[in-house]
Nanobody, 123 residues
């Protein structure tokens, strides 16, 4: 498995933008063989799927972020990204990236969860 580290969170006003990064560590040479997913979690609630990208750059988005968020990857940099535009207060959460696989149009996480990065949307 590949170890992933999230970064790029912060405080942003409603309507603003952020770009989150998901970087592979020393095992990064395996990054390109994994599908990557982004999830978010608020408090003790279950993690919510946000978006995923396959090794062939096919993407899936949750309905709540479709049209506002964009997932991408740069295998040369062993990094995936989540560009978040038109942010809303309800987007506030800890965001996690994880390696996994897409089956029948659904992303299944199989890697270890990292520490996440906190996104706060507030005026």
């Amino acid at each position: 498995q590949v170890h992933l580290v999230e970064s790029g969170g912060g405080l942003v006003q409603p309507g603003g933008s952020l770009r989150l990064s998901c970087a592979a560590s020393a095992s990064g040479r395996r990054f390109k063989v994994y599908d990557i997913g982004w999830y978010r979690q608020v408090g003790g609630e279950p993690r919510e799927f946000v978006a995923s990208i396959t090794t062939s750059n096919m993407t899936i988005y949750s309905d709540s972020v479709k049209g506002r968020f964009t997932i991408s990857r740069d295998n040369a940099k062993n990094t995936a990204y989540l560009r978040m535009n038109s942010l809303k207060p309800e987007d506030s959460a800890v965001y996690y990236c994880v390696s996994g696989e897409v089956y029948s149009g659904n992303f299944a996480p199989i890697g270890a969860w990292g520490q996440g990065t906190l996104v706060s949307v507030s005026s």
